[in-house]
């Protein structure tokens, strides 16, 4: 990486900088942080992620907010690209202890450590590919062009427990089973064959669902600013950046969550030099998984 020399005179061309260390100084013996070392420990110590990075959504005006129409960002303002591969330390999920009213603010945050060749970035999205989290929530189903009903998640959901369809106020809910239930990354369809309730303008189709997904956090802090650190490679200091700390909190818990409907949005991910085969942080390139 070529890191640009920062500007140390002034607008007449004075030398901001006059007192550098002394080669005394710098020289050994000294003691550095070794980046590798520290890269090796998040690859074996850490577990496969899917990172995305967040782009803020210009559907919005000084006169607006953002449109909940945008197929940009579902209306949460927010758009997610270049999902790709990765592998980070993540740890100690912090749990509230005090009472307080039942409500979705009980939130979960985890530390995670990160190659700082990810560019972590505030609301960036990491899901934990390999754990799981449950999550219920209402589906609004509509009717495509073929007659099928569909609705979508607001995760990719790993296993279906229960669907069950609101049929009148007075009536328990109809049980549809799992293998009537096709699931294309968060949309989900209900087989031609599952008998349905009465449906026009005012009844339309909706169902609870309780699902298996991988977790989801979102980066509310980070530490890349202060990664910077020189280390000796015999001659002289060696510019190197340590992993990125940084906070996430658990997807549940961000307002509006449940508009973030993937397979609705447009893919506005783009191409990047971070997504690089041989890096040992990225085993695979694949922004369409
Ligand atoms: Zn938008």
């Known amino acids: 990486m070529t890191i640009p020399k920062p500007n140390t005179t002034n607008i007449q061309g004075d030398n901001l900088l006059p007192q550098t260390p002394s080669s005394q100084m710098i020289t050994p013996p000294r003691v ?3 980046k590798n070392r520290f890269d090796t420990l998040v690859a074996q110590k850490g577990v496969d ?3 995305e990075k967040a782009l803020q959504c210009p559907c919005k005006t000084q006169k607006i907010n953002n449109l909940s129409t945008c197929k940009n960002c579902g209306g ?4 997610y690209v270049n999902r790709r591969l990765s592998r980070f330390v993540l740890q100690s999920m912090d749990f509230q202890n005090k009472e307080e009213v039942w409500s979705r603010l009980v939130h979960g945050v985890v530390k995670i450590t990160a190659p700082a060749e990810e560019k972590l970035s505030f609301m960036d999205r990491i899901t934990r590919l390999n754990s799981n989290s449950i999550f219920s929530q209402v589906v609004q189903f509509e009717q495509d062009r073929n007659g099928i009903y569909y609705g979508f998640l607001s995760y990719e959901p790993k296993d279906i427990e229960y669907l069950g369809l609101f049929i009148t106020a007075d009536d328990k809910l109809q049980q549809v089973n799992s293998s009537d239930i096709k699931i294309t990354n968060s949309r989900i369809e209900l087989a031609p064959t599952v008998e349905l309730p009465y449906i026009d303008d005012n009844n339309p189709l ?3 669902i309780r699902y298996v997904h991988a977790p989801v956090f ?3 802090e980070h530490n890349r600013e202060v990664v910077d650190n020189y280390r000796w490679n015999g001659k002289g200091e ?7 700390l940084a906070l996430a909190r658990r997807a549940h818990d961000v307002d509006d969550m449940t508009n973030l409907k993937q397979g609705r949005l447009h893919d506005n991910s783009y191409d990047d030099s971070s997504c690089v085969p041989t890096n040992i942080f990225k085993p695979a390139c694949n922004p369409q998984m």
């Open 238 to 244: 060696t510019l190197q950046y340590l992993p990125t």
């Open 218 to 220: 979102y980066v509310f």
């Open 76 to 79: 949460t303002g927010w758009i």
């Open 49 to 51: 992620v899917a990172v």
């Open 206 to 208: 909706t169902a609870t």
């Open 32 to 34: 550095d942080f070794d």
